[in-house]
């Protein structure tokens, strides 16, 4: 516990790492300030009292979860960071498919440039999209007989003011995040989510010894749910932190009286390469088909369609965990380059003992990631949905989320990712890090 300690100090005592700890969470503070802040034109008693009867086993509770409880609260930052999300796989998508999407994947810094901007053109029309549905669910929000949105506001003015508060409040998220990427500590995007996520816990933890108290659940019961939870975290870790290493052999060579090379490394291809990416996607695209259903509140064959979509329901179940799948397998081809892999060690004098540098090494090491790939990526998908059956069991819907599912898993491989770069602050100033001294073993 001592060295824990030690290592807390020590993040503060290197002033960089210290700043950028501090920016991090004076961002995360507005985004949870801005969780709070009502839309104009609501009425916060009535929809508080409309939303205390609204049951969060549903798409828009998930939905509610990643923004951290902002959506039900009809706050400013309702829609959160999810149009930015699905803007990112669109351009990501068409950059497999469309040819100048590829050619700017291909440019360098200056492509990427361009990417980025096409991004942000599509989080506002996205956001303009969701933002739409979010209006048109407010209108017809009630409680008992009295509209949360009082008939002298509701009107053309209105709706456009709601929608260019929420796209801002899209935009001024997603600028939060760069921010937090560039001058904080781990990444910006899954951190806004994480916090989020994060927030809603201490809720599911009260709805939960409601239940105990009512006498509806007994503490054994509550201690094994409880075990159980333990132990899907703790596969959630292993599959995350899980690597594959593959011997690379290097040449010697003699400049001089001295003997470079020869030596024995590794290239360690994780399990789940592709991190928490495609929970976040496949999860983005499932929230598409309810918003546009909600623009038609009143067409019964829409609104059974929509029976579908709530994440509760087996159709749901099972396209969400062939989505999971898919995009873990997409999201890796494009975090990893097998060739690129094998051209650098070519050129460095390294090889794979009993294969061929080049194109056979590429071969090798894409045949190594295709087969881990699909043991995690089924994991994850056996994880994302496990929610769903929990709830039947008669788990509180709202701590149903954090048993495994999406929320797990984002919040495993955000902790994870931003403890590594403080691991790599303190170790470049030669500190002992978490990993060394609780014995956390490191992604490498």
């Keep these: 516990m001592s060295k824990f300690t030690d290592t807390f100090r020590n993040i503060f005592k290197i002033h960089e790492l210290r700043q950028r700890i501090l920016y991090t969470l004076a961002l995360l ?12 034109g ?21 939905y509610d979860l990643f923004v951290g409880g902002a959506f039900s609260n009809a706050a400013i930052f309702a829609l959160g960071i999810m149009p930015y999300i699905s803007a990112s ?23 990427r440039k361009k990417i980025t901007q096409l991004t942000r053109y599509g989080t506002v029309l996205i956001s303009a999209m969701q933002a739409w549905g979010v209006t048109i669910k407010l209108l017809n929000t009630q409680f008992q007989g009295l509209s949360i949105v009082p008939q002298p506001v509701q009107g053309i003015g209105w709706i456009l003011s709601t929608i260019i508060i929420l796209t801002s409040g899209t935009m001024f998220m997603m600028w939060m995040g760069e921010q937090i990427t560039d001058k904080g500590i781990g990444n910006g995007i899954s951190l806004i989510i994480f916090i989020g996520i994060v927030a809603r816990f201490p809720h599911s933890i009260f709805d939960e010894f409601r239940l105990i108290s009512a006498g509806s659940r007994s503490i054994i019961i509550e201690i094994i749910i409880f075990a159980f939870m333990f132990f899907i975290i703790a596969g959630v870790v292993l599959v995350t932190q899980g690597t594959r290493k593959i ?4 040449a010697k060579r003699v400049v001089g009286r001295k003997v470079y090379g020869g030596v024995t490394q590794y290239i360690p291809l994780r399990v789940n390469t592709a991190g928490v990416m495609p929970i976040i996607f496949a999860q983005s695209i499932m929230f598409i ?5 909600s623009f038609f509140p009143d067409n019964d064959f829409l609104q ?5 979509f709530v994440y509760t329901s087996p159709v749901y179940s099972v396209v ?27 050129k460095q004098g390294g090889f794979i003992p009993g294969i061929r540098p080049g194109k056979q090494t590429s071969e090798f090491i894409d045949n190594i990631l295709t087969k881990i790939t699909l043991p995690g990526s089924i994991f994850l998908a056996i994880v994302a949905i496990l929610p769903a059956f929990v709830s039947a069991w008669g788990v509180s819907g709202s701590f149903a989320q954090f048993f495994g599912g999406t929320s797990l898993l984002i919040i495993v491989g955000v902790a ?3 403890l590594q770069q403080i691991e790599s602050h303190l170790l470049m100033r030669h500190y002992d890090g978490f990993m060394k001294a609780g014995k956390i073993k490191g992604r490498r």
């Design 29 to 40: 503070f507005i985004v949870r300030l801005g969780s709070h802040l009502t839309i104009p």
């Design 42 to 62: 609501v009425d916060a008693v009535l929809l508080s009292e409309s939303m205390k009867n609204t049951s969060s086993d549903n798409l828009f509770g998930l």
């Design 89 to 111: 796989i669109i351009l990501q998508l068409m950059g497999a498919v469309v040819p100048y999407f590829q050619k700017l994947q291909q440019e360098g810094e200056e492509g």
């Design 247 to 250: 011997p690379v052999q290097y």
């Design 289 to 293: 088909p309810s918003t546009v259903l």
């Design 304 to 308: 059974s369609l929509a029976n579908y």
């Design 320 to 346: 969400y965990a062939l989505m999971i799948i898919f995009f873990t397998y997409f999201y890796t081809a494009i975090a990893f380059n097998p060739k690129d892999v094998a051209d650098n060690m070519k």
């Design 416 to 418: 994870l990712d931003t």
